[in-house]
């Protein structure tokens, strides 16, 4: 990931997001497996502190991307797409974590990573800010675990913003 003064800091592992009350804001981690993959992967984050708390189990959600192989991306009219090359995966669809309508039940994770079949596991990070939560910068824990172990850990700073999102979209 290249360095963003805004949103990643390799040096101190650290992930930057911003947001206003009453918001869901989003981040994509990409995993690469190395030495032939890993298995039995899974990502924690943890709760988020500052001038309150913003408890992660209610508040994030996380989802794997699936990848689709395509074999031909030329459409059947018009000239070659060189917008989708042909033989190559691409990010389909996202798999919570967790199903939405049975809870507790786990579907998207642990799942494996197959260096051979392509290194990079892409995993999208859903985060609420509740409507309620005081401004500041708030901080947590992000953990990659691979068969139960901690393979990798960063830090997720949120800064809440004094702005209030209203409850209905239009």
Same mark, same amino acid.
């Given at each position: 990931?290249?360095?963003?003064?805004?949103?990643?800091?390799?040096?101190?592992? $650290?992930?930057?997001?911003?947001?206003?009350?009453?918001? @869901?804001?989003?981040?994509?981690?990409?995993?690469?497996?190395?030495?032939?993959?890993?298995? +039995?992967?899974?990502?924690?984050?943890?709760?988020?502190? %500052?001038? %309150?708390?913003?408890?992660?189990?209610? +508040?994030?959600?996380? =989802?794997?991307?699936?990848?689709? =192989?395509?074999? +031909?991306?030329?459409?059947?009219? %018009?000239?070659?797409?060189?917008?989708?090359?042909?033989?190559?995966?691409?990010?389909? @669809?996202?798999?919570?974590? $967790?199903?939405?309508? &049975?809870?507790?039940?786990? &579907?998207?994770?642990?799942?494996?990573?197959?260096?051979?079949? %392509?290194?990079?596991?892409?995993?999208?990070?859903?985060?609420?800010? /509740?409507?309620?939560?005081?401004?500041?910068?708030?901080?947590?824990?992000?953990?990659?675990?691979?068969?139960?172990?901690?393979?990798?850990?960063?830090?997720?700073?949120?800064?809440?913003? /004094?702005?209030?999102?209203?409850?209905? $979209?239009?």
């Amino acid at each position: 990931i290249p360095p963003s003064a805004r949103f990643w800091d390799p040096r101190t592992r $650290t992930l930057r997001l911003h947001g206003a009350r009453n918001e @869901v804001i989003g981040a994509q981690l990409m995993l690469t497996a190395t030495r032939g993959g890993m298995k +039995n992967v899974d990502i924690e984050v943890g709760d988020l502190t %500052g001038p %309150g708390r913003i408890p992660a189990k209610e +508040n994030v959600e996380l =989802f794997r991307e699936v990848y689709q =192989f395509v074999e +031909n991306g030329d459409w059947s009219w %018009g000239p070659k797409s060189r917008v989708l090359p042909s033989h190559r995966w691409y990010p389909e @669809v996202l798999v919570p974590f $967790t199903d939405p309508w &049975v809870p507790g039940r786990r &579907v998207g994770a642990p799942f494996d990573v197959d260096a051979a079949a %392509g290194p990079n596991q892409g995993v999208f990070l859903d985060l609420t800010i /509740p409507g309620d939560a005081r401004p500041g910068v708030y901080a947590g824990r992000i953990r990659v675990r691979v068969a139960g172990a901690v393979a990798a850990e960063a830090r997720l700073e949120l800064t809440v913003h /004094p702005i209030n999102l209203p409850d209905e $979209t239009h």
